[in-house]
C-alpha cells in the first residue's frame, strides 16, 4: 500500500498544476492513465481567456467584463461568485504560466498576443498560434520535472474509496506490471477529463471517458447538470478532429450550400463569433432545411479562411492548416474547410464548490471533470483552459486547509474493501459473459449522438434512455479476450464502459426531466428559457437500484439577473 | 462495402512471457480510402483481438502517443493514410532503442531519461515582472521549431547512435534544450550547457538526419544540435580570450 498525503488523479492542466502548488510542502502522487504530456490538455488550440488589455482593440476590458460574458454566455446557470473568482484569477494565472516559460504569441510591443473569440466583448484570448494547450501542458510539466513531483503514468484508477462520507484514496491498477495497487491518502484530487467519447462523434481524444466522474458517482458523490453537452460547431468532417473558434476568431466566415453566410439569420451582430451553442445550432439547421453540402461522411457546411491569405493562416493557424492537409487533404488557403457540428466539452461533471470540495471529506475535483460551475450551461471558448489552471491551483489551496485543520487518518480498511470489490469485478469482466464491450459502447455511444445531441424532444429522450437501460443490461454479459492485468486495454475499456453508461444515464435524465431550453440544451418541445421553473443546478445521485435519483439546488446570482440573451 | 483488403502484419511481443518470443500476427482488413493505420488498429483491437496492445489517445497527430515503425519507418498511426501505400501489405512494429512491454507499446523511460536531464525548463535569476516578461516578437518565433516537438520519440527510435550508446541524449532532448538556450527569457549559465558539451551530448549525433526525417512535426532536431554545438564553441572562445561570463 503507497501512503500520500495528496493523491492527485489526471496528469492534464488541472492535475499538474494542483501539483505543483502542493507538492513543495506535501507527499503528492499524481497517477494518470497515460503519460501527463499525452493527456488531452495538449489538444487545445485556441486559447485562454484573461482580460489583459494587451489588445488595442480591448483597453477598456476588465475582470468584471470577462464576468459579465462568462454569465451571459452561461445562459445565466453559471455560480456568479465562482465565475467572478476565476476571472480575477485569470491575469494573475496568465502571467505565472508566462513566467514560468510558456511561449505564448506575442503583440509588436512585447506583450502577450489576444484574438477574439466566441460570446466575448473583447479580443481576450490569450495563445500561442494554434497551440496554446500543447504550450500551456509542456510548460507545466516543465514545471512538475523542475520540482521533482512523483508522478505515476499508465497507472489507471478504477475505484476510489469512500467510507461514511469520508475519502480514503484510490485503488489504481499499473498497466505495466499488472499489480492492483491501493493508495492510502489524505486528500484526492480528480482533475480526470471530460467524457467526450461517451458520443460517437466528438472532437475528444480517444482516452476521454469520464470515468473519473463516474468512479466518483459509484462511491456516492453527484454529478451536477450533465444535461448540458457542448457541442462544437467546428469539426473536420470525418475525424471530428476540432477547427479551433480561432479560425473564426482571425476573421473566417461559415457558408451554406447557397453562398450564404448564414449566421446573418441568428446572430446579426457577433455572426460567425456568436457562443457556441448557437452556432451549432445554427448549422445545425441550415443542415436540416437542406442548405448543407453532402458527402459519404455526413452533410457538411463550409469554413471559409481563403480572404485571410496564405501569411495569416500560415502564422496563426498552421495547425490547422497541417491537419487539413494531412486528414482531408484540403489546403485551406485555397479551398473552404468542411466542417459539421459535434460533441466537445462536458459542463457538466463532479458536483463541488468553488473551494473544489465536493460532499466527501477529503474528495476534491476540479477542471473539465467537474462542474463548479463557472460554465453554467454553455462554456465559453477559452474559458475552459482558463478554469483549469485557476481551480488547479485554488485546490492546491484548499487541500492544505484542510490538511492543516484535521488530523486525518485515512483507513486501511476501507481501502481493502473497495479493493476486494475491484477485483470481483474483473473477475467478472474474465469470466463467462459473451459480449464484447466494444459493440455495447458502440450502442450507447450511437444512441447519445441520435437522440442526446443539438436539438432534443421528448421522444428522442424517452428512446435513448430505454437504449442506456438496455446497454446497461447487456454490459453484465461482457467479457474481454485475456484475463492478463497487464497491458489489457480490453479490460480498462471494459471497466471504464460502466462509468461511461453511467454518465451517459446522467446525462440523458437529466435532459428528460428538464422541460426549458438553455444555453447547450435545447428542447424543440420546450423552446424557452423558464427561470421560474428552472433556474436551479441538477445534481443527479446514485440511487438503491443503480437509478440515478434527480435533485437540484440553487444557483447563486450576486450581481447579474438574468437576461434575453442575444448576440 | 467498397474499399480493398490490407494485410496488417503486426509484431507480437509480452515482455511478461518472453519464452514465446516475437512473432508477427496477421489481420486481413478492408480499408475504405481515408482511413489511418490507427483507425485500423482500433477497429482491430475492437473488432478482432482485444489482446493487442498499442498506444493511442489524441488521433490528431497531437499528443505524441501512437509512434511506431510503420512498413519500416517510424511515424505517427494517427497521421498515417493506409493508402499512401502501394502494398497491400502493412507491418507494424515497435520503436527501436526502447525495450518492448508489448506488442507496440515499449518502456519509454530512457527518453524521459533523458528529457529530464538537459533540464527541460526555464530557468530565471532576475525577479520576474508584475505582468508578463517581455519578449519580442521575432525572439519568439526563433523557438517555434522546437516548440512545436510532441515528444513521440519518433526521431529517438530512428537515431542510430542511441543503439550503440544508451547513454547519449538523443535529438528530442536536445531540441527541448536548444528551445530554451533560444528563449530570450531564459537565464541558464553557459556552464549548465556545459553537460551536453561531450559524446553523450551534442557530439554524438552523427550528423545522419535521419531525426529530421522520422519527425512528424518539422522539429529538425540535427538544427538543434548544430546550434547547440556553435553556442558551445562561441563560450570556449569566449572563457579563452578571458570575456566569458560565469561559469
Ligand atoms: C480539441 C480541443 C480543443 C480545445 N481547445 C480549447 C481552447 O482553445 N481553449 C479552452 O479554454 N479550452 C479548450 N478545450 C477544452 C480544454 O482543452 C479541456 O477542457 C481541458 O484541457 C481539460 O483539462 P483537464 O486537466 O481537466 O483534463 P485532461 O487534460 O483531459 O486530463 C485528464 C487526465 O486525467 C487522467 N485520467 C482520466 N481518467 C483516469 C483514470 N481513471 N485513472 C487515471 N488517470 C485518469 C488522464 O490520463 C489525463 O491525464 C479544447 C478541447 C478540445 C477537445
Redesign the pocket.
Known amino acids: 500500500m503507497l501512503e500520500y498525503d495528496v493523491v492527485i488523479?489526471?496528469?492534464?492542466?488541472?492535475?499538474l498544476r494542483a501539483a505543483v502548488g502542493l507538492s513543495e510542502k506535501y507527499s503528492v502522487a499524481l497517477?494518470?492513465?497515460?503519460h501527463?504530456i499525452r493527456?488531452?490538455?495538449i489538444?487545445?488550440?485556441?486559447?485562454?481567456n484573461a482580460s489583459l488589455a494587451n489588445n488595442p482593440d480591448s483597453k477598456d476590458d476588465n475582470p468584471e467584463k470577462h464576468t459579465f460574458d462568462t454569465v451571459k454566455g452561461s445562459d445565466y446557470l453559471a455560480d456568479q461568485d465562482a465565475a467572478e473568482l476565476m476571472c480575477k484569477e485569470a491575469p494573475n494565472v496568465v502571467f505565472e504560466m508566462e513566467h514560468w516559460g510558456c511561449p505564448f504569441s506575442r503583440f509588436s510591443d512585447g506583450t502577450i498576443a489576444q484574438r477574439p473569440f466566441g460570446g466575448a466583448g473583447y479580443p481576450r484570448t490569450c495563445y500561442s498560434a494554434d497551440l496554446?494547450?500543447h504550450v500551456l501542458l509542456n510548460t507545466l510539466y516543465e514545471r512538475a520535472v523542475a520540482l521533482g513531483v512523483r508522478v505515476f503514468y499508465e497507472?489507471?484508477?478504477l475505484a476510489l474509496a469512500v467510507d461514511e462520507g469520508v475519502c480514503h484514496g484510490v485503488i489504481v491498477l499499473d498497466q505495466v506490471s499488472g499489480k492492483l495497487i491501493p493508495i492510502r491518502a489524505k486528500t484526492t484530487l480528480f482533475?480526470?477529463?471530460?467524457y467526450?467519447r461517451v458520443y460517437f462523434h466528438s472532437?475528444?481524444a480517444l482516452?476521454?471517458t469520464g470515468?473519473?466522474i463516474g468512479?466518483a458517482y459509484a462511491a456516492g458523490i453527484a454529478m451536477k447538470d450533465m444535461e448540458f453537452v457542448q457541442f462544437h460547431p467546428t469539426s473536420l468532417l470525418g475525424t471530428n478532429i476540432?477547427i479551433?473558434e480561432g479560425a473564426r476568431g482571425e476573421g473566417g466566415y461559415l457558408f451554406n450550400n447557397k453562398g450564404e453566410r448564414f449566421m446573418e439569420r441568428y446572430a446579426p451582430k457577433a455572426m460567425e463569433l456568436a457562443p457556441r451553442d448557437i452556432t451549432a445550432r445554427s448549422i445545425k439547421t441550415e443542415m436540416e432545411e437542406g442548405r448543407g453540402f453532402e458527402h459519404e461522411f455526413g452533410t457538411y457546411i463550409q469554413l471559409d479562411l481563403r480572404h485571410l491569405g496564405e501569411q495569416k493562416i500560415a502564422e496563426r493557424l498552421p495547425g490547422i492548416r497541417r491537419f487539413c492537409i494531412d486528414f482531408v487533404n484540403v489546403d485551406p488557403v485555397y479551398e473552404p474547410i468542411p466542417i459539421m457540428p459535434c460533441q466537445?466539452?462536458s459542463m457538466g461533471g463532479i458536483d463541488v464548490n468553488m473551494r473544489c470540495e465536493s460532499a466527501v471529506k477529503g474528495f476534491y475535483a476540479a477542471?473539465?471533470?467537474s462542474s463548479v460551475s463557472v460554465h453554467g450551461a454553455n462554456r465559453l471558448?477559452?474559458?475552459?483552459?482558463?478554469e483549469?489552471i485557476v481551480f488547479g491551483k485554488l485546490a492546491s489551496r484548499s487541500i492544505p486547509e484542510y490538511l492543516e485543520a484535521h488530523d486525518v487518518r485515512p483507513d486501511e480498511k476501507a481501502l481493502l474493501r473497495t479493493q476486494a470489490q475491484v477485483e470481483q469485478k474483473i473477475r467478472r469482466l474474465t469470466s463467462g459473459g459473451n459480449e464484447k464491450p466494444f459493440p455495447v459502447l458502440d450502442t450507447l455511444r450511437k444512441a447519445m449522438d441520435d437522440d442526446v445531441g443539438i436539438f432534443r424532444t421528448r421522444a428522442e429522450l424517452e428512446r435513448a434512455l430505454a437504449k442506456v437501460i438496455e446497454v446497461k443490461e447487456r454490459y453484465r454479459h461482457v467479457r474481454v479476450s485475456s484475463s492478463a492485468l497487464h497491458m489489457n486495454y480490453e479490460l480498462i475499456a471494459a471497466m471504464e464502459l460502466e462509468q461511461m453508461i453511467d454518465v451517459g444515464h446522467a446525462i440523458t435524465l437529466g435532459a428528460l426531466l428538464r422541460e426549458e431550453s438553455r444555453g447547450s440544451h435545447f428542447r424543440r418541445d420546450f423552446k424557452e428559457r423558464n427561470d421560474d421553473a428552472w433556474l436551479k443546478h441538477t445534481l443527479a445521485t446514485k440511487g438503491p437500484d443503480t437509478e440515478p435519483v434527480i435533485s437540484y439546488k440553487d444557483v447563486t446570482i450576486t450581481r447579474y439577473q438574468p437576461m434575453a440573451r442575444t448576440y | 462495402m467498397s474499399g480493398e483488403i490490407y494485410t496488417f502484419k503486426i509484431l507480437r511481443y509480452d515482455a511478461q512471457s518472453p519464452d514465446k518470443g516475437p512473432y508477427f500476427d496477421y489481420y486481413k482488413i478492408r480499408v475504405i480510402t481515408g482511413l489511418t493505420v490507427l483507425t485500423v488498429l482500433l477497429r482491430i483491437r475492437d473488432e478482432l483481438d482485444g489482446t493487442l496492445a498499442f498506444r493511442s489517445s489524441c488521433r490528431s497527430a497531437t499528443c505524441g502517443s501512437c509512434a511506431m515503425v510503420i512498413n519500416g519507418l517510424p511515424n505517427l498511426a494517427c497521421r498515417t493514410q493506409v493508402g499512401s501505400f502501394q502494398d497491400k501489405t502493412i507491418i507494424l512494429e515497435p520503436l527501436p532503442n526502447m525495450e518492448v512491454i508489448k506488442d507496440l507499446v515499449v518502456d519509454m523511460t530512457p527518453f524521459w531519461n533523458m528529457y529530464e536531464k538537459v533540464e527541460p525548463y526555464l530557468i530565471r535569476k532576475s525577479p520576474n515582472p508584475e505582468k508578463e516578461i517581455f519578449q519580442s516578437e521575432q525572439d519568439r518565433k526563433k523557438m517555434d521549431q522546437f516548440v512545436n516537438c510532441i515528444l513521440c520519440a519518433c526521431c529517438y527510435g530512428a537515431c542510430p547512435v542511441p543503439a550503440r550508446d544508451p547513454g547519449y541524449a538523443g535529438p528530442a532532448a536536445l531540441a527541448k534544450l536548444e528551445r530554451f538556450a533560444l528563449d530570450s527569457r531564459d537565464e541558464r549559465s553557459a556552464a549548465s550547457l556545459e553537460r551536453v558539451n561531450d559524446d553523450k551530448g551534442v557530439w554524438g549525433c552523427d550528423t545522419l538526419f535521419r531525426c529530421i526525417d522520422a519527425c512528424p512535426k518539422e522539429v529538425r532536431p540535427t538544427d538543434a544540435v548544430v546550434g547547440l554545438r556553435k553556442t558551445l564553441v562561441k563560450n570556449k572562445f569566449k572563457r579563452t580570450i578571458g570575456i566569458g561570463g560565469k561559469e
Open positions: 488523479v489526471g496528469g492534464g492542466l488541472t492535475g497517477v494518470s492513465k497515460v501527463p493527456s488531452h490538455s489538444a487545445a488550440q485556441g486559447g485562454i496554446t494547450g497507472y489507471v484508477v482533475a480526470t477529463g471530460g467526450g472532437t475528444n482516452i476521454n470515468s473519473g468512479i476540432l479551433t466537445h466539452y477542471g473539465e471533470c471558448g477559452g474559458n475552459s483552459l482558463l483549469t
